[in-house]
């Protein structure tokens, strides 16, 4: 049976509770509510296992804080003895606009200090991982105030369409695969109508 380890990158406690840098913990989430699972807390990590379609879907929302992302990755990945290409890190971007989302198989850290710690426990960056563009509309040194601060009324409701577009994404990549599901999201504008 297949296996996969689904990430959501962010920050435990109520005060980053829904903020943007806590995006991936909210997508994760998402996806564990859509397929009837719950979170209980068990080592580095809030954990739910699910089955669909003949999948297990472990899912974990690190608790190690996001500078330290890696040692919880690397201890489920080890434990549940999960492949890199079937691990999906779902975490906020601030080089995306807030209308997009970006699904690729590797790539840097772009700054990300969850990506960053995690390539540097596993020492490889080829691991698969969903981008959600937070736009950077923010004044000049006010970057970390705008990524642990909330969605503005305004953004809500496209933040919500991605949400949705993204739990089908973490569907999508465990059955139809990643070049698949790479080709049909990478284009989406969420700011359009479609």
């Known amino acids: 049976m297949n296996k996969f380890l689904i990430v959501g990158l962010g920050n435990i406690g109520t005060e980053y509770a829904h903020t943007r ?8 989430g998402a996806f564990v509510q859509k397929h009837g699972g719950q979170f209980s807390s068990d080592r580095l990590a809030f954990r739910a296992e699910l089955r669909w379609k003949g999948r297990i879907f472990v899912c ?3 608790t190690t804080y996001m500078n330290r992302s890696g040692v919880s990755v690397k201890y489920w990945m080890d434990k549940e003895k999960i492949s890199i290409e ?16 970006r699904l690729r198989p590797s790539g840097s850290d772009a700054g990300h200090n969850g990506l960053r710690d995690i390539q540097a426990v596993l020492q490889n960056s080829n691991y698969p991982r969903l981008r959600f563009g937070i736009g950077n509309d923010f004044p000049k040194g006010r970057q970390a105030d705008f990524v642990l601060g909330k969605w503005r009324p305004d953004e809500e409701p496209m933040v919500k369409r991605k949400i949705d577009k993204s739990v089908e994404i973490i569907e999508s990549f465990a059955t139809v695969g990643l070049p698949g599901t790479m080709n049909a999201v990478n284009n989406l504008d969420f700011g359009s109508a479609e």
């Open 60 to 62: 974990i929302l690190p």
């Open 86 to 101: 079937n691990v999906l890190v779902i975490l906020d971007d601030l080089a995306l606009p807030l209308n997009r989302l």
């Open 21 to 28: 840098h806590n995006i991936g913990f909210d997508v994760v």
